[in-house]
């Protein structure tokens, strides 16, 4: 059984608009969530974070939403460029040792220009 | 060149040969990870390790056997590969405990025929 869901395997967004990428979790245990951007042939790269004490953080274009009573988290990218086209993957982990974070399947964003 | 590599970038490998993943960073961080990716199933952690001579096992370490005698390398081996391996494997470094996020090198696709 998946601990970290991402159910929509590929969202297409037009450029300028918002982008919704959605992450669910089962662990109610779980109260540190990170998301990462991976391009092709290259390693998935940092893009945010969050922790239970919160229930939002914004960095520039990029705000993650986090509802622990729905185990629920959404990262929203505005406005959407083309170079934002990527795999996203949602990562979530009980405490804030790095081993037990615990990866969602990514959702393949592709922005249109 | 300061970061994460990880060598080769692609390997082809038969059934039963042992094959080693090198990994190596700048940093000094001390926290490595082993990942693989798989089609649906995220990125899967193999091995880890909080620090020269300390390594753990993951979430799917059977087949692997790793070794850290220095801080900068974290080289991951497969002692007989089986088809079931055939994967993309990231290595990962990391700072420390907290949201710091991995830094993650551009991976290795393993072939196993």
């Known amino acids: 059984d998946q601990q970290v869901k991402q159910n929509s395997p590929s969202l297409s967004v037009q450029e300028g608009r918002i982008s919704i990428l959605n992450c669910d979790y089962t662990?109610?245990?779980?109260?540190?969530f990170l998301w990462y951007k991976k391009y092709p042939a290259e390693g998935p790269t940092f893009l945010i974070s969050?922790?239970?004490?919160?229930d939002k953080n914004e960095d520039g274009r990029f705000t993650v939403f986090l509802n622990k009573s729905a185990k629920h988290l959404s990262l929203h990218i505005v406005p959407s460029q083309p170079g934002d086209s990527a795999v996203y993957f949602c990562?979530?982990?009980?405490?804030?040792?790095?081993?037990?974070?615990?990866f969602g399947p990514g959702t393949r964003l592709s922005v249109l220009p | 060149d300061a970061g994460i590599t990880q060598s080769p970038r692609y390997k082809i490998t038969e059934t039963g040969r042992q094959v080693t993943l090198m990994c190596h960073q700048t940093?000094?961080?001390?926290?490595m990870f082993w990942y693989r990716q798989d089609l649906g199933h995220g990125l899967r952690l193999i091995y880890y390790?909080?620090?020269?001579?300390?390594?753990d096992k993951g979430e799917v370490p059977d087949g692997y056997v790793v070794s850290r005698s220095k801080t900068e390398n974290f080289p991951l081996t497969l002692e007989s590969a089986t088809r079931s391996q055939t994967s993309v494997y990231f290595c990962?470094?990391?700072?420390?405990?907290?949201?710091?996020?991995?830094?993650f090198g551009s991976g290795t696709r393993l072939t196993v025929v």
């Open positions: 990962a470094s990391s700072e420390g405990v907290g949201n710091y996020g991995y830094t």
């Open positions: 990562a979530a982990s009980p405490d804030n040792y790095g081993q037990n974070f615990v």
């Open positions: 662990n109610s245990m779980f109260d540190y």
């Open positions: 390790s909080a620090a020269a001579d300390i390594t």
């Open positions: 940093w000094s961080h001390s926290y």
């Open positions: 969050i922790s239970s004490i919160k």
